[in-house]
């Protein structure tokens, strides 16, 4: 017996690289703006000590992206599953991209 796999019997409304890419360019843009405010950076800190949270904090919104992507079950079982999983999408993100903060800036801006 043959089934039929239909659009609407799948829950992913878009693809994972989508969702990490919006989430690492939205956490790339955060912590630019952060750092355009450093006007004098100390002498003792590395030459290029900016690469490193433009490239952490950005992994770690890609990582919040991932984890909204996955999160996507929840939305399509009700209007609560829905508000709770967008809530707890947020807040994952928030965290994700505040321990990329700590990260990146460790030994620079974050002592």
Known sequence: MRTNITKSNQFHTGS??????QGGGI??????????GVDDPNPEWPKFWMVRP??????????????????????????????????????????AVWMGT???LDGTLWN
């Open 27 to 36: 956490a790339l843009i955060l912590i630019a703006l952060f750092l355009a």
């Open 102 to 104: 700590v990260l990146g």
């Open 54 to 95: 433009l490239v952490v904090v950005p992994i770690a919104g890609a990582m919040g992206g991932v984890f909204y992507y996955f999160m996507d079950f929840m939305r399509n079982q009700g209007l609560w599953s829905k508000i709770f999983a967008n809530l707890i999408s947020v807040l994952a993100y928030l965290v």
């Open 16 to 21: 994972v690289y989508k969702r990490m890419l």
